[in-house]
């Protein structure tokens, strides 16, 4: 199918959705690399004006990527909810981006929607929207999870703490989930990025974890992420597994890079479900994303980077999963550019995966060679905490001395809480109450409680 | 500690926990935010890698200090034109200019074994600290294992990938490339190392082995210089580099 928009007499014509989409995406430097942005801001907005009048029933005929020779696509068209979908199926893209702003799309509402959308539908929609209308919409949304402890609720942020070390020593490791804890983070899991992806190190690292929250009672879940095959090994021998990790991408061919598939990912879900280790639910399953990680494979196929992101979001939610967490500024400036580039992009992964019904996080975070320093990462911090992200990073300093990157640190995560009235999992907070580690606002105390904890390292 | 505490500011009580990890932990707090000598510190150290990222080669100098290695050196530039554009568009990074192409050309470069270039990458200051001792190094050892070397070529605005062009340019049976890498907050002047053997233009990462961290405090040029010449020897043994080269490390393998 073409589209087209016609300004002052020019008229811009448009292929395919794909390339609709394409140039409808606010600017960004991955899509520019793969030759698919927009040739002027007019065309941008010529885009933007043709895809607010394309009816949501084109995107369940028209698909971005042949269902044929793609399972992300023969997953979404397969799993979509027509019932769910029905209140809105007379509207625009346009149409939708006014629909979601007005009252009438309340929490509930939105949450009976979310399997009725399309991640194209809502990719879409996001591109019509400024940062505060992504702001307001995913404020609406409200996604809860469990698993030994409860996510999502309004008025409560969580943290992972992500205590890594170049080379996983042990006590490296647990210095740094120390001084998170007593810093009150940790709620979200406590996740660490091993330096090696070998089935012995993780088994290492995954039992010291679980000793340190037996040992202390703490109502977390913890997650050792290395890749799904091996955690799957382990699981076989019986490793105590909380969540079960897998980077995920948005086209099939971007999945095959990372050496996972659907089928492989449902037998790692139920893998981890027979470990039946959650107390109050059986979410586990923690998925990273991000921008630029199909291009980045070469697996992109033509579309642009936000919309197949999107998609991914697609992949997460076929597994009921615990976390999900759009690693925004790590690919690199060849992705996206600068501050201004990475927080419109967090601010769209964050509304993008809320809308499609995830319990949406985010590493909101950036590498020595973008343009963006720790005042873009304050920013962005602020709008999503706004916004109601699920949870953030929490990492000593904001520092990440093994993945080199900057991400928001213990101190950020105490920050977004105290000048937003915001708390901890409830269950981490009663935890953190009992310990003598934080009082009711949220200040940190001393205690003897807490040198117990630490003794326990160095003794 | 207690001198401190008269700005306000609250010390951890776990400031001996320092001594397992280089994690910035135990910074203290004046309410719940980062004392302000550790945020300077981050800040400085963030400050560096930018600088090391927008350095740039002073490559007259480099040129006459590698002269004395005995070997022509040529100065070319991939087609980032400049560092904003480097850095958004890595496929240009990886192309020599046009100029730059014809220059080797020119040359008309007799079959050689080995060809060591010298690229700015993400850090021109990894370079300037660590290419000199590397790149005479690498001579010495290259020429009394027999090995013949094309000339050194020094590339402005350089990734990887530039090597293979060069290399094939060249008559080269085996590439090198020393090129700056990102630099991190606690990492700023980290050269790497890749070798390709039999470079040729459409070659991708899986074809190269890497040595990374050459620095002082990481892996000293020294001993990159033994560990890069472990590799040349293997190379030429099984006539490959990249994945299958480096089978028996698991972790190369798996973070490629």
Not at chain 1, 112 to 124: D, F, R, S, W, Y
Not at chain 1, 208 to 234: G, K, N, W, Y
Not at chain 2, 113 to 118: E, N, W
Request: aromatic letters at 6%; proline letters at 4%; a negative charge.
């Amino acid at each position: 199918m073409t589209y087209s928009c016609t300004i002052r007499g020019f008229t811009y014509r448009f292929d395919s959705l794909r390339e609709l989409l394409a140039k409808a995406s606010p600017v960004r430097s991955g899509d520019a690399l793969a030759g698919l942005v927009a040739d002027s801001y007019e065309e941008r907005v010529a885009a933007q004006i043709a895809l607010a009048d394309v009816p949501l029933t084109v995107f369940l005929n028209e698909a971005v990527i042949p269902y044929e020779t793609d399972e992300v696509t023969r997953l979404i068209v397969d799993t979509h909810h027509t019932a769910a979908f029905t209140p809105i199926s007379h509207l625009t893209v346009g149409g939708l981006r006014d629909w979601l702003l007005s009252d009438e799309a309340d929490t509930v509402t939105l949450q009976q929607l979310a399997p009725g959308l399309t991640p194209e539908m809502v990719a879409a929609v996001s591109k019509l929207m400024r940062n505060q209308d992504l702001i307001l919409v995913a404020q609406k949304c409200e996604v809860v999870t469990r698993f030994r402890n409860t996510q999502g609720l309004r008025g409560h942020m969580a943290v992972r703490l992500q205590p890594n070390h170049p080379t996983d020593d042990a006590k490296g490791i647990a210095a740094s989930m120390i001084d998170g804890l007593l810093y009150g983070s940790g709620d979200a899991m406590i996740g660490i990025n091993p330096a090696t992806d070998s089935p012995a190190a993780t088994s290492r690292l995954l039992f010291m974890l679980d000793e340190l929250r037996e040992r202390f009672a703490i109502p977390t879940q913890s997650c050792v992420l290395s890749h799904v095959t091996t955690t799957l090994q382990l699981i076989e021998q019986r490793v105590p597994v909380d969540l079960v990790f897998q980077s995920i991408a948005g086209t099939e061919k971007a999945n095959a890079s990372f050496g996972i598939n659907l089928s492989l990912l449902q037998e790692a879900y139920e893998a981890g479900l027979s470990l039946q280790r959650g107390t109050l639910g059986s979410n586990l399953m923690y998925f990273e994303t991000g921008q630029g990680s199909a291009l980045s494979s070469n697996a992109h196929l033509g579309v642009d980077q936000q919309t197949c992101e999107v998609r991914a979001y697609a992949v997460a939610r076929a597994y009921q999963p615990f976390l999900v967490n759009s690693v925004v500024g790590f690919i690199g400036p060849e992705y996206l550019f600068d501050g201004k580039q990475i927080i419109r992009a967090g601010l769209e992964d964050h509304f993008c995966a809320k809308l499609m019904g995830l319990p949406m996080g985010m590493d909101i975070c950036y590498t020595n060679h973008a343009q963006a320093d720790q005042d873009d990462m304050d920013t962005l911090l602020t709008l999503l905490g706004v916004a109601g992200v699920n949870f953030i990073m929490g990492i000593p300093g904001a520092d990440d001395i093994m993945l080199n990157y900057q991400s928001t640190s213990f101190h950020d995560a105490l920050y977004v809480r105290r000048v937003l009235g915001l708390r901890p999992a409830p269950e981490f907070e009663d935890w953190l109450l009992r310990q003598g580690i934080m009082d009711q606002q949220g200040n940190r105390l001393s205690s003897q409680a807490q040198k117990q904890l630490y003794a326990a390292l160095v003794g | 500690m207690n001198e401190i505490r008269k700005a306000g500011v609250e010390p951890d009580e776990w400031q001996s926990l320092k001594a397992y990890t280089n994690a910035r932990i135990a910074l203290g707090r004046t309410g719940v935010s980062v004392p302000l000598r550790e945020a300077l510190q981050f800040k400085l150290a963030h400050a560096h890698a930018k600088d090391a990222v927008y350095s740039a080669l002073d490559m007259t100098d480099l040129q006459n200090q590698l002269a004395a290695c005995g070997l022509p050196v040529y100065c070319v530039r991939s087609r980032a034109i400049h560092r904003d554009m480097y850095l958004q568009r890595p496929d240009l990074g990886r192309l020599l200019d046009e100029r730059s192409a014809e220059q080797l050309q020119q040359i008309d470069s007799p079959a050689a074994d080995i060809c060591i270039i010298v690229a700015d990458g993400l850090s021109a200051t990894a370079i300037t600290q660590n290419a000199i001792q590397v790149v005479s190094g690498l001579v010495e050892k290259v020429q009394q294992t027999g090995f013949s070397l094309a000339p050194i070529v020094l590339v402005e605005q350089g990734r990887v990938a530039i090597m293979d062009a060069i290399g094939s340019l060249l008559n080269a049976r085996l590439a090198i490339i020393l090129i700056g890498e990102r630099p991190g907050l606690s990492s700023f002047d980290s050269m790497g190392a890749y070798i390709t053997y039999a470079p040729r233009p459409g070659l991708t990462d899986e074809s190269r082995n890497c040595i990374s961290n050459i620095r002082e405090q990481g892996l000293a040029p020294v001993l990159a210089v033994d560990n890069i010449m472990d590799l040349i020897r293997s190379a030429f043994r099984f006539q490959l580099t990249g994945v299958q080269l480096k089978a028996d490390s698991n972790a190369d393998l798996l973070s490629a």
